[in-house]
């Protein structure tokens, strides 16, 4: 019994932290028009990813993952140009550390 209501409980703040993340997306993502098709993501919008980011400690697959799903479920689809992540990332934010680093090269991009 105790597993399962750990796992339940577990699965419930996952969930709920799924909720908040995206409200919060939300904001960031409310000036794109749905009908648009694709758009690039604004500098501005990209740093505000970031901080985003930053304030939950996710790293950029963390960030991108939560991203695309909820960029999918709103049926919005958005480029983030490297220039523009390079820009607002360079010397402000740490994207997961070296590990990261090493599969998600901003350098690159």
Request: glycine residues 14%; neutral net charge; hydrophobic residues 45%.
């Given at each position: 019994?105790?597993?399962?209501?750990?796992?339940?409980?577990?699965?419930?703040?996952?969930?709920?932290?799924g909720?908040?993340?995206?409200?919060?997306?939300?904001?960031?993502?409310?000036?794109?028009?749905?009908?648009?098709?694709?758009?690039?993501?604004?500098?501005?919008?990209?740093?505000?990813?970031?901080?985003?980011?930053?304030?939950?400690?996710a790293?950029?697959?963390?960030?991108?993952?939560?991203?695309g799903?909820?960029?999918?479920?709103?049926?919005?689809?958005?480029?983030?140009?490297?220039?523009?992540?390079r820009?607002?990332?360079?010397?402000?934010?740490?994207?997961?550390?070296?590990?990261?680093?090493?599969?998600?090269?901003?350098?690159?991009?």
């Amino acid at each position: 019994m105790k597993k399962k209501l750990a796992f339940g409980l577990l699965l419930g703040l996952w969930a709920l932290n799924g909720i908040l993340w995206g409200q919060t997306l939300g904001g960031i993502f409310a000036p794109y028009d749905r009908t648009a098709g694709s758009q690039d993501l604004s500098r501005h919008s990209v740093g505000q990813l970031l901080a985003w980011a930053a304030a939950k400690g996710a790293n950029v697959f963390d960030l991108l993952d939560e991203a695309g799903l909820y960029l999918k479920g709103q049926g919005l689809r958005l480029t983030v140009r490297g220039d523009d992540l390079r820009a607002e990332a360079e010397g402000k934010y740490d994207l997961g550390g070296p590990r990261v680093d090493a599969l998600f090269t901003l350098a690159t991009l």
